[in-house]
């Protein structure tokens, strides 16, 4: 079992940039696969950013409508996973879900959210 932790969210204006950051609460290196997602009102949850080993080799997965404005990383040592958010949209409003997986093929662990809102 693991803990994760959001953190980062906020109000922001639209091409502000946030950076969102996930702690977990043991090594994420235990884990092959680790993204985030968010959910809108009437939404249903949806990929945002993934990062993928379970082939072997990291793979980076984008959802389009953030290509080029956002960013997944990691840090093994702080156990904390990070999405990068540049040029926000007020359609990036959304609450954002940090979640790890033993395999794509496993049940993922997710966190509690944090919300963000894109607005002038």
């Known amino acids: 079992q693991v803990q994760l932790v959001e953190s980062g969210g906020g109000l922001v204006q639209p091409g502000g940039s946030l950076r969102l950051s996930c702690a977990a609460s043991?090594?994420?290196?235990?884990?092959?696969?680790m993204g985030w997602y968010h959910q809108a009102p009437g939404m249903q949850r949806e990929l945002v950013a993934r990062?993928?080993?379970?082939?072997?080799?990291?793979?980076?997965t984008y959802a389009d409508f953030v290509e080029g404005r956002f960013t997944i990383s990691r840090d093994t040592i702080k156990n904390t996973v990070y999405l990068q958010m540049n040029s926000l949209k007020p359609e990036d409003t959304a609450v954002y879900y940090c979640?790890?997986?033993?395999?794509?093929?496993?049940?993922?662990?997710w966190g509690q959210g944090t919300q963000v809102t894109v607005s002038s």
């Open positions: 043991k090594s994420i290196g235990e884990f092959n696969v």
């Open positions: 990062i993928d080993d379970t082939i072997g080799g990291e793979r980076t």
């Open positions: 979640s790890l997986q033993l395999t794509i093929y496993n049940s993922p662990h």
